[in-house]
């Protein structure tokens, strides 16, 4: 995706006023119907800037996260694109981040407000543990559904994890070796995509770290579906 076209489509996802003047919008007959809680709706985009720049400070840490998961040696290979060319929706903070001047990837950061319940505080782990789950199914079960790698997985809290095959090639040889083992005494056949890592830095948020992708291989659905 162009930047021309990240810039027309969400001009101003990361401002205060853009969410407010969509609810100053609505009539009070609109308001009185609608059954979600517009004060805690009206706090959002005081929420999303906190959020956007707390990113925006933790820019250096985003890198060395991207060259963990990636297995680079050298954080300075990762480059955190610009604030205006970030993407953002309903749920989630997209960071581009260029790596070695030749390709992208996603930091994909779940918005911590549209996940925080007193009932469920563990929420925004479930989703990140939920698609990266669903990730590693359609890889191992649909390989010709052309769908962005995963490259790496953060929780709240700092546990990570790493696709099995950007670990060492011991690491490798050692989980090989156990599934072959499973399957001969089990019959099991278990295959386990992503390994705990140990995390170079903390982060308060969750995170995904996905392909980024480009024009020429896809457009997304919200270019494509009616608004």
Same mark, same amino acid.
Request: aromatic fraction near 12%; hydrophobic fraction near 35%.
């Given at each position: 995706m162009s930047n021309n076209l990240k810039r027309?489509?969400?001009?101003?996802?990361?401002?205060?006023?853009?969410?407010?003047?969509? /609810?100053?919008?609505?009539?009070?007959?609109?308001?009185?119907?609608?059954?979600h809680n517009m004060i805690i709706q009206w706090q959002?985009?005081? *929420?999303?800037?906190?959020? !956007?720049?707390?990113?925006?400070?933790?820019?250096? !840490?985003?890198?060395?996260?991207? !060259?963990?998961?990636?297995?680079?040696?050298?954080?300075? !290979?990762c480059k955190v694109a610009p604030r205006r060319d970030w993407l953002c929706g309903s749920f989630n903070i997209c960071i581009p981040v260029t790596i070695n001047d030749d390709y992208r990837v996603m930091f994909r950061c779940p918005l911590p407000y549209r996940f925080n319940s007193p009932t469920s505080p563990n929420m925004a782990s479930e989703k990140i543990r939920g698609e990266a789950a669903t990730f590693a199914w359609l890889s191992s079960h649909c390989p010709n559904v052309p769908i962005p790698r995963m490259l790496g997985f953060g929780l709240p809290g700092g546990r990570s994890f790493t696709p099995l095959v950007h670990t060492s090639w011991i690491r490798r040889a050692y989980e090989w070796l156990r599934r072959q083992m499973r399957r001969t005494f089990y019959n099991v056949d278990y295959r386990q995509p992503f390994l705990p890592s140990s995390s170079p830095v903390l982060l308060d948020?969750?995170?995904? /770290?996905?392909?980024? /992708?480009?024009?020429? *291989?896809?457009?997304?659905?919200?270019?494509k579906w009616p608004s």
């Amino acid at each position: 995706m162009s930047n021309n076209l990240k810039r027309r489509r969400f001009p101003s996802c990361l401002s205060y006023t853009h969410w407010n003047t969509a /609810i100053m919008a609505k009539t009070y007959s609109e308001l009185v119907r609608d059954d979600h809680n517009m004060i805690i709706q009206w706090q959002w985009p005081r *929420q999303r800037a906190e959020f !956007a720049n707390y990113l925006t400070r933790e820019a250096s !840490a985003i890198e060395q996260l991207v !060259a963990h998961h990636l297995s680079l040696r050298q954080p300075r !290979a990762c480059k955190v694109a610009p604030r205006r060319d970030w993407l953002c929706g309903s749920f989630n903070i997209c960071i581009p981040v260029t790596i070695n001047d030749d390709y992208r990837v996603m930091f994909r950061c779940p918005l911590p407000y549209r996940f925080n319940s007193p009932t469920s505080p563990n929420m925004a782990s479930e989703k990140i543990r939920g698609e990266a789950a669903t990730f590693a199914w359609l890889s191992s079960h649909c390989p010709n559904v052309p769908i962005p790698r995963m490259l790496g997985f953060g929780l709240p809290g700092g546990r990570s994890f790493t696709p099995l095959v950007h670990t060492s090639w011991i690491r490798r040889a050692y989980e090989w070796l156990r599934r072959q083992m499973r399957r001969t005494f089990y019959n099991v056949d278990y295959r386990q995509p992503f390994l705990p890592s140990s995390s170079p830095v903390l982060l308060d948020t969750g995170y995904l /770290i996905t392909d980024f /992708i480009e024009p020429r *291989q896809g457009r997304m659905l919200s270019t494509k579906w009616p608004s």
